[in-house]
């Protein structure tokens, strides 16, 4: 499975991004798509997961009431709509995958199989 993520830059406090990863080979077996994010000197923590049989949603605290995560199931991609961005969110945003008929924990690192290229997002104050 190969992920392609798109849609980071620079935007000023209080602005919109929207990311979007589209996942392509063997994504028959879909579980879910999440995004992870690393700023600079931290560890990668999770940002939001959506599962792909019943679109169960999982968000981060820090995330909640800012940011919404969406899929469209015939172009395997998931997208993450941020909005009233802050200087905090600035970070690295990776999108990941997670496959197999089983269930995992989709908000940690281990939930997922393959990762994409990070995509980097800068909010300005």
């Not at 849609?7 to 999440?34: E, H, I, K, N």
């Not at 968000?59 to 899929?71: H, L, M, P, Y």
């Not at 999108?95 to 089983?102: I, K, L, Q, T």
């Amino acid at each position: 499975v190969q992920l392609q993520a798109y849609g980071g830059g620079l935007v000023q406090a209080g602005g919109s991004l929207r990311l979007s990863c589209a996942a392509s080979g063997r994504t028959g077996s879909t579980y879910a798509m999440g995004w992870f994010r690393q700023a600079p000197g931290k560890e990668r923590e999770f940002v939001s997961a959506i599962v792909w049989s019943g679109g169960m949603i999982h968000q981060s605290d820090s995330v909640r009431g800012r940011f919404t995560i969406s899929r469209d199931n015939a172009l395997n991609t998931v997208y993450l709509q941020m909005n009233s961005l802050r200087p905090e969110d600035t970070a690295v945003y990776s999108c990941a995958w997670s496959g197999g008929y089983r269930i995992v924990d989709v908000t940690t690192i281990s939930g997922y199989d393959y990762w994409g290229q990070g995509t980097l997002v800068t909010v300005s104050s």
